[in-house]
């Protein structure tokens, strides 16, 4: 497993953007799918974004294709999400999480690493 850290979280007005970091610690981090994923209150957490491990392939939620922009740095052990034109109903807790694999899933249970979470609130 690795271990993971978020950062970047923050209140902002609706059409702001905000970029999402997320620091890995650990040998493996080169070899695995990385995701974002997000839980707004009283809901439950959704998929947002994942990257392949060489970064060459990406999937987005539906509610955010074209607004948000996964990426990772393998060198620096790091996988950020870039959020522009924030919408309200992106408010939410944002977890960074490893897959145990090398490619891409929107499946939170393929996954075996999460961060703690950091909050993003959008205001109307």
């Known amino acids: 497993q690795v271990q993971l850290v978020e950062s970047g979280g923050g209140l902002v007005q609706a059409g702001d953007s905000l970029r999402l970091s997320c620091a890995a610690s650990g040998r493996t981090f080169s070899t695995k799918a990385m995701g974002w994923f997000r839980q707004a209150p009283g809901k439950e957490r959704e998929f947002v974004a994942a990257i392949s491990w060489s970064g060459g392939i990406t999937n987005y939620a539906d509610s955010v294709k074209g607004r948000f922009t996964i990426s990772r740095d393998n060198a620096k052990n790091t996988v950020n999400l870039q959020m522009n034109r924030l919408k309200p109903e992106d408010t939410a807790v944002y977890y960074c999480?490893?897959?145990?694999?090398?490619?891409?899933?929107?499946?939170?249970?393929?996954?075996?690493?999460w961060g703690q979470g950091t909050q993003v609130t959008v205001s109307s």
């Open positions: 999480a490893a897959a145990r694999g090398v490619g891409v899933t929107t499946k939170e249970y393929e996954y075996d690493s």
